[in-house]
């Protein structure tokens, strides 16, 4: 999809909105305004269900939202997935049982932030935000800004123990760091910090490579980094 507006709606058992359900999906948005809606027992909103998925969006407006029983909202139920958004600005308010809004339920999935607007809201039993469920999950938050919430019995905001959180740059609000901190790209724990400054920006090397940190303070006044120490 490379201009215009889409408005999708799923409703049924086993939904998959936007993408494959049985196969692989390579998915371009550019430059449009994409709302998906799933309502089910399982429900796929953008990526593959069982087949491998590549996601790509810049310069979009995305919107997502679903009620169900169990989810992923962006990536895969049970194969692998790749996604990476760019110059975009996506809200995501989700209601299931089980879910994982960003990520993979069950299989592997990577997921690249530059320069985009998140906003993340998830409820439910057990839910992960960004990572994986009951898989695996490798995400990385290069520039932008995140803010990120579960309301859940078991909130998984940054996924399981097989999931990392990868922050190089950006205005990244939290609600719930539960289980693990995000991580340098060597896997090195970040510590969180507000600086003072309306704009923050430092050079950071670990093992692996060499990154300058980015970020501005947002419309509502928040600023915060996770960083190196």
Known sequence: MLSGTLNLRGNGVSVACFGSYAGAAN????????????????????????????????????????????????????????????????????????????????????????????????EGYQVSGFGSLNGSCVTRVESGEIDASLLAVEVLLLGNERSRYIVTGGNIHLAQVSGHTPVSPAGIPLCFANPGKDHYEAVFRDEEEEWTYKADRNEDGYLGVWILL
């Open 27 to 122: 998915i371009e948005i550019r430059n449009a305004k994409v709302t998906v809606h799933g309502d089910g027992n399982e429900v796929l909103l953008i990526g593959s269900r069982s087949g491998t998925a590549k996601i790509s969006a810049e310069g979009s407006s995305i919107h997502l939202s679903a009620s169900c029983e169990l989810l992923c909202a962006v990536g895969t139920m049970s194969d692998s997935a790749d996604a990476a958004f760019s110059g975009c600005t996506v809200v995501s308010d989700t209601h299931c049982d089980k879910g994982a809004v960003f990520g993979s339920f069950d299989g592997e999935a990577k997921a690249v932030f530059r320069d985009s607007k998140v906003r993340l809201h998830g």
